[in-house]
């Protein structure tokens, strides 16, 4: 299981909920905050996510969000 799947099912359970960055940082436990925007920005235009600007389900600050339809 890699980072990548990890954020993937992560976004995928919060679906249609977005999610930005720092919040999946926090909750999943990763270290580095890069680390996180680079999966998501990864996983935006494949499988239905799709990252823009947005109010996140989860800190309610509107920033770069992913979500996946
Ligand atoms: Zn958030």
Do not use: W, Y
Not at 10 to 37: W, Y
Not at 56 to 68: A, M, W
Request: net charge positive.
């Amino acid at each position: 299981m890699t980072v990548f799947d990890d954020v993937e099912r992560f976004v995928s359970r919060l679906s249609p909920e977005p999610v930005c960055d720092d919040c999946i940082t926090e909750k999943l436990g990763l270290s580095i905050r890069q680390h996180a925007n680079h999966k998501t920005r990864e996983l935006a235009g494949s499988n239905g996510f799709e990252r823009r600007k947005d109010l996140c389900s989860l800190c309610g600050v509107t920033k770069l969000v992913i979500r996946r339809h």
